[in-house]
C-alpha cells in the first residue's frame, strides 16, 4: 500500500507542477502582450517604465537602488538607463561629494511621460486585482512571491 500511495503522490505532484507551469506560461505571455501594447501606447517597455516609476518614487537615485528597487540585475538597469537617457528621458550625474556615485533623475519629459503612463501591469488586471477581496489579494501576492522564490536559481 505505501508504494502506491508513493506513485499517487508522484503523480499528483507532477500534475500539479504542469499546472503550474501552464499558469507561468499564461502569465509570460499575458506579460508580453501586455509590454507590447505598453510600447505602442508611450512608447517605453514594461521595465522602462518601471525604472522611470522607481525615480520618481525614489528621487535621484543611483543604478543599484533601482536595480533593488526593480528586481533587475545591475548590468540590465544600465543599459536600460542609457537608452532612457539617449531618448532624453532621465539625466545622470556625479555625487558632489563622491565622483564615484551617479545618481539618476527625471527630465521634464520624462516626468511629463511617466505621469502619463498607464500602469505597467494593464487597467484590466487592476481592476480586476481591486475586484477581489483585500485577503484574497494578499493571499495571491504571496503565492505569487513564494512561486517567484521557488522558480529563482539562487536560494
Not at 33 to 60: D, H, V
Amino acid at each position: 500500500m505505501n508504494v502506491a500511495a508513493n506513485e499517487t503522490d508522484g503523480k499528483r505532484l507532477q500534475a500539479e507542477a504542469r499546472m503550474v507551469e501552464k499558469a507561468v506560461r499564461r502569465i509570460v505571455r499575458a506579460h508580453d502582450l501586455q509590454s507590447r501594447a505598453l510600447s505602442k501606447q508611450c512608447g517605453l517597455t514594461a521595465a522602462q517604465l518601471i525604472l522611470m516609476k522607481g525615480i520618481m518614487e525614489l528621487g535621484e537615485v543611483t543604478s543599484v537602488a533601482l536595480s533593488i528597487y526593480a528586481d533587475i540585475s545591475p548590468a540590465t538597469v544600465v543599459t536600460i538607463l542609457d537608452n532612457l537617457e539617449e531618448r532624453g528621458l532621465i539625466q545622470r550625474y556625479r555625487s558632489g561629494t563622491d565622483r564615484r556615485i551617479v545618481h539618476t533623475r527625471l527630465t521634464p519629459e520624462g516626468s511629463r511621460l511617466v505621469s502619463e503612463a498607464p500602469e505597467p501591469m494593464g487597467d484590466v488586471f487592476l481592476e480586476n486585482f481591486a475586484g477581489l477581496p483585500p485577503q484574497q489579494r494578499q493571499a495571491l501576492a504571496q503565492a505569487v512571491l513564494q512561486l517567484a522564490e521557488l522558480m529563482s536559481p539562487a536560494r
